[in-house]
């Protein structure tokens, strides 16, 4: 009876863990899906999520506002969307190596600032956790089992699942959405029909920064309530990687979002748990899950056709 509670305990602490844990992937990969549907590819992603991730915090750090730590990051992240806009969209440089730089001064410039202006690492009152009260007596998040799968995450979480049927939404039922998908696929018959190309372009890959501002906030200033240097780890390469592996559907991406979060949870409990299993090869599970996505060739097959294409009006 003991060893059934232990292991429905264990199998819970995962599914609770992998939920929370797909909260900055889904930010980050949603808003970079935006990105490369409209033919943009930005690799920077993480350098945004870590700034992202200092702002918001030392927002909150100063003001004990989460919401303005929110904030905070998503305009910065938006303003390195802009940064990326104008170096590869404007001046068609190479968009991978352009990525590459972003992320470079994304994560130097946050170590920077973390080390000048706070310099040891630090707490804060983020979001916490909802429980659903409606009484002294009654709240969601102490019904067993479903407590603690549904009604015990921030505000944050929930807003990263609400994401997906949205930006589903937004990509395929809006009028905006359709010429994001037409710049993507074919821009100069987009720019033929009169769609600004560089327009839908520039918002968005800021879009796609702002809510990749947020993925960083939600680690810092919802998930942990710290910042620390390179504390995203790699995971905006990942939420990259999920695009591919979603298809460069909201979907798809969510389906790619739990698994590797799911993965990492499993990892985290492996370690926990002192299984005998080499911690190394734990910690090595979400990014060769990664690799393997990245492999898959009939995902490849299906990405927009002008994907890292520069268009040049006048040049077709």
């Known amino acids: 009876m003991n060893e059934n509670l232990t292991l429905l305990a264990i199998v819970l602490g995962i599914i609770h863990s992998g939920i929370r844990l797909a909260t900055p992937y889904l930010y980050a990969a949603i808003g970079e899906t935006f990105a490369q549907r409209s ?6 992603v993480e350098g945004i999520m870590l ?3 200092f702002s918001g915090f030392y927002t909150v750090f100063q003001t004990g506002s989460p919401w303005l ?4 990051a998503a305009f910065v992240g938006m303003l390195m969307g802009l940064l990326m806009s104008v170096v590869s969209i404007t001046y068609q440089a190479e968009q991978g190596i352009s990525g590459i730089g972003l992320f470079m001064f994304g994560a130097g410039v946050s170590s920077l600032l973390f080390k000048t202006m706070l310099g040891t690492v630090e707490g804060v009152q983020g979001f916490a956790p909802l429980t659903f009260c ?8 102490n019904v067993p089992v479903l407590g603690d799968i549904f009604f015990s995450y921030s505000v944050l979480t929930y807003g990263a699942y609400v994401l997906v049927p949205v930006s589903w939404w937004v990509l395929n039922r809006t009028t905006w959405g359709l010429k994001i998908r037409s710049v993507g696929q074919n821009p100069e018959a987009a720019d033929s029909l009169g769609v600004n190309v ?3 372009r520039y918002a968005s890959v800021m879009l796609g920064a702002a809510l990749a501002g947020i993925a960083g906030a939600s680690l810092s200033i919802s998930l942990l309530n710290i910042f620390q240097e390179n504390m995203t780890n790699g995971m905006g390469f990942i939420a990259v990687a999920l695009v591919y592996f979603g298809s460069w559907k909201p979907t798809g991406v969510l389906l790619g979002a739990l698994l590797f979060s799911t993965v990492n949870a499993l990892q985290l409990w492996v370690q926990v748990l002192d299984l005998n299993i080499p911690s190394d090869v734990a910690v090595m599970l979400p990014y060769l899950l990664t690799i393997i996505a990245l492999a898959l060739p009939f995902r490849r097959s299906q990405q927009p056709a002008a994907l890292t294409k520069p268009f040049a009006r006048g040049e077709n």
């Open 69 to 72: 730590g929110l904030l905070v």
């Open 134 to 141: 409606f009484s002294e007596n009654f709240c969601l998040a």
């Open 198 to 200: 560089t327009a839908v």
């Open 51 to 53: 700034m992202g991730a």
């Open 39 to 44: 033919g943009v590819l930005n690799l920077g």
